[in-house]
């Protein structure tokens, strides 16, 4: 039987791509790649419409282990939104200071089609090899700045990491495997839910959860995340913070939410401290912090906090919330990742003190990092402050503890981005020269801001969409 | 007379000690390219582990025996990029010892 490739086109599509765009880098001359660039975001915005164009199209390849539904679909669409933006916003860094690389693009196309796969997989192996792909993709880029120290260290530092993460999660996998017989993870299910836990199971979950809290940089597996973060050229440290985190917490969803549904009480409690420790810790540490890629970094930690927050309940309106919150937080965290990439570019600086007066030398800049700050803080009319309604509206009833700690903590998150804002627009700058935003970086920081604004305002189609979504991930 | 037999419990208790030694040199080990061993050791008991669920669980597919093979190959990739990355940063730094990376706080 020949199986129905129309399901995959997309991920064929950046598969050839990837491949397009790193053999156009060969073959054209040195001084014409720029627009190597531009090809690859327009691409990057025609499999978005391709996996758009499928958006009904749902079924199951491979008898079962590769699943395209709704939930993926709209995974695919926030990581092709954000690779896209990303592209956009790094054309000018790549030139500066990686030397115009052609690789870049088609690596991180490679790494975006890891996330595609990971949003899909339903067994373990696929799962692996997509994350897999991902992760090494990543630890390339990180490094990519090769003659910089700085960026070397935090790939050496990623690489062993990251291999050591995937070892745990493997464990886990392996353990699962050897208890229920099975590595497609709906088959998981089915099994786990008819039989009493065993403590070797347990013992799987553990290593489970371990090995994912690495890769969504929950605490207390989170220490290499502002190294890296700091270490990493900007843009890829966006990708990272944005993709990564949100097709690990695909495959959270899917393991847990899917495999391990049955035993559901077994680890509820155990996110749900995960959630709250990484919320206080992410917060907490994020305040004394100098350099901007750091206090992203820790921000970003918060984040994961808040998206595992979801997860708890195992229910369809805690996907949503996950589905509408990765939505969003793509659009808040390129935005102020790209002003710090646009800004060191300028400026060569990346201390919060530097940026004093950014509001008179770019009022745009200034614009789209406070707008990018206060939706993570989830002030009102910002798209934060939608999706971390619908996060703690699904734990109000049984976990009204966690629900106090992520409001509380929300507040303290409002001081560090305050801070931020303040040196921006109160401080007189030192060096008054006007910042000059070219016409791809102002393209992202205005579709950053817009959505973010938009999606504020007025939630209910994109809520609609998520809903359809996470309904669609409970058909099955 | 003494006979031995090997069941799947053997396995899992060396593949259990492997990945034990393996995790603790990760996060001892000061050397870079140690570290990278060290996870390959990690992997391994895995791959132990993955094939010995394949002959006493599920002895009629070969489920475990496929993972493994994508284990192997996923892990040669792996440290061929980590090799790369532990090349450059000697020809930055001319050390692969850990404790000497400290531009960022580890």
């Known amino acids: ?476 | 007379m003494l006979t031995l037999s090997v069941s799947l419990h053997h396995y899992l208790i060396l593949a259990a000690v492997l990945f034990g030694i393996g995790l603790f040199g990760v996060l001892t080990k000061r050397n870079a390219v140690a570290v990278l061993i060290c996870i390959e050791l990690m992997l391994n008991a895995i791959n132990i582990n993955l094939l010995a669920f394949n002959k006493y669980i599920t002895p009629n597919d070969f489920i475990g025996q496929i993972f493994s093979i994508f284990v192997i190959t996923v892990a040669a990739a792996e440290v061929g990029v980590g090799l790369a990355i532990v090349i450059a940063i000697y020809r930055n730094k001319l050390s692969v010892n850990l404790d000497e990376f400290d531009w960022l706080k580890w």
């Open chain 1, 1 to 476: 039987m020949i199986p129905d490739l129309s399901l995959i086109v997309p991920e064929l599509a950046m598969a050839v791509l990837g491949l397009m765009v790193l053999i156009f880098g060969l073959i054209i001359p040195r001084g014409s790649r720029h627009g190597l660039g531009w090809f690859a975001a327009l691409a990057l915005l025609g499999v978005t419409g391709l996996v758009l164009a499928g958006w009904n199209n749902g079924g199951n390849l491979y008898g079962n282990l590769y699943v395209v539904d709704q939930f993926s679909q709209f995974f695919k669409i926030t990581f092709l939104l954000a690779a896209f933006l990303v592209v956009l916003g790094s054309m000018r860094y790549v030139d500066r200071h990686l030397g115009g690389q052609s690789e870049y693009y088609s690596i991180l196309i490679f790494a975006t089609l890891g996330m595609m796969v990971m949003s899909s997989a339903n067994d373990f192996m696929t799962m692996y090899l997509g994350l897999e792909l991902m992760t090494i993709s990543f630890i390339i880029l990180v490094c990519f700045r090769r003659l910089e120290a700085k960026s070397l260290e935090s790939g050496m530092k990623y690489v062993l990491l990251a291999g050591m993460s995937s070892a745990v999660l493997l464990y886990g996998l392996s353990l699962v495997y050897g208890i229920t017989g099975t590595v497609v993870i709906s088959e998981v299910g089915k099994i786990l839910a008819m039989r009493a836990p065993l403590p070797l199971l347990m013992l799987g979950v553990v290593m489970l959860v371990a090995g994912l809290g690495f890769k969504i940089s929950a605490v207390p597996f989170h220490m290499w995340s502002p190294d890296i973060y700091e270490g990493a050229p900007t843009p890829i440290t966006a990708f990272l913070a944005v993709g990564s985190k949100a097709a690990s917490f695909a495959i959270l969803i899917r393991i847990f939410v899917v495999g391990m549904f049955g035993i559901s009480l077994n680890w509820e409690l155990l996110l749900a401290i995960l959630a709250a420790v990484t919320i206080i810790v992410g917060n907490l540490v994020a305040i004394p912090q100098t350099n901007i890629k750091r206090l992203l970094a820790y921000s970003s930690i918060a984040q994961a906090g808040y998206i595992l927050v979801g997860l708890v309940t195992a229910s369809q309106d805690g996907v949503k919330g996950v589905l509408f919150y990765a939505f969003l937080y793509v659009f808040a965290t390129v935005g102020a990742f790209t002003v710090a990439s646009h800004f060191y570019n300028v400026t060569g600086s990346d201390e919060i003190k530097d940026y004093a007066g950014l509001a008179q030398r770019s009022p745009l800049m200034a614009a789209v990092m406070v707008v990018a700050m206060l939706s993570m803080a989830g002030i009102p009319p910002l798209a934060g402050f939608v999706g971390k309604f619908y996060l703690f509206m699904t734990i109000v009833e049984n976990y009204l503890w966690l629900a106090f700690i992520g409001l509380i903590m929300s507040m303290v998150s409002v001081y560090y981005y305050l801070r931020v804002a303040l040196v921006m627009y109160r401080n007189d700058p030192l060096d008054s020269t006007p910042i000059a935003v070219s016409a791809p970086v102002t393209v992202t920081l205005v579709v950053a801001m817009a959505v973010t604004l938009f999606l504020g305002i007025y939630p209910g189609p994109v809520a609609e969409v998520v809903n359809n979504a996470a309904h669609s991930f409970f058909m099955h």
